[in-house]
């Protein structure tokens, strides 16, 4: 999810370099969810790994 995230983040790079910017705005919202979900996703993971260890 991290990398699709990353992916999404350089393609709306590129099109803000071309001058895009409604794809450039788009791309980087579509990032940003993603890394915010990668975020939660990560944080759930930990919690169960710490509560399944004790």
Do not use: N, T
């Not at 990032?31 to 990668?38: D, E, I, R, V």
């Not at 919690?47 to 399944?52: D, E």
């Amino acid at each position: 999810m991290l990398r699709y995230a990353v992916v999404f983040f350089v393609i709306a790079l590129v099109a803000a370099l071309f001058g895009f910017g409604g794809i450039a705005a788009s791309a980087a919202g579509i990032a940003q969810l993603l890394f915010y979900g990668f975020l939660l996703l990560a944080v759930i993971g930990l919690i169960v790994g710490l509560v399944r260890k004790g």
